[in-house]
């Protein structure tokens, strides 16, 4: 497989990626990239390229994980570095909504994610961290 971008950062008023990329981020992709760089506050992310989803159906899910693995645990670290909290830390963490982007609109075609990276230790955590375990566990329901 050939070695090619597939993970595209945005966030503290940069991006990799711009507008003009729709076909290879996606709408979605593209739009907060451009944010980012027009200086919308946009909360920092990342875009897996829309090629990605041809190579899946090519090389199947154990070659597509072994391709993307090291740059998406570097676009989790970036992301870190700029909210100064980190995934999985029950005492300071990150949590991640996924949405997918299409080149072009699919409605229907994939839920939200939001709240990625709640669980029971992580939840405790921002109880005592908020003071609001309502807030949490409405959260955490949402994720669920």
């Given amino acids: 497989m050939e ?3 597939r993970v595209y950062t945005f966030g503290n008023g940069q991006a990799e990626g711009n507008a003009q990329m729709r ?3 996606g709408g979605k992709g593209a739009n907060c990239a451009e944010m980012n760089l027009v200086g919308v506050p946009v909360p920092p992310g990342f875009t897996i390229t829309t090629d990605v989803c041809n190579e899946y159906y090519q090389v199947g899910q154990d070659k597509i994980v072994a391709l993307l693995n ?3 645990m570097a676009a989790v670290k970036h992301i870190e570095t700029l909210m100064n909290s980190r995934f999985g830390d029950p005492k300071n963490p990150l949590l ?3 949405r997918s982007g299409a080149r072009a609109s699919m409605p229907g075609m994939m839920d939200t994610i939001l709240n990625l990276g709640l669980n029971d230790e992580v939840a405790a955590g ?3 961290k908020t003071k609001n375990p309502h807030f949490v566990y409405d959260s955490y329901r949402r994720f669920v």
């Fill in 3 to 5: 070695q090619k971008k």
């Fill in 96 to 98: 991640v909504s996924v």
């Fill in 23 to 25: 076909e290879e981020l």
């Fill in 70 to 72: 090291d740059d998406i």
């Fill in 126 to 128: 921002m109880v005592e």
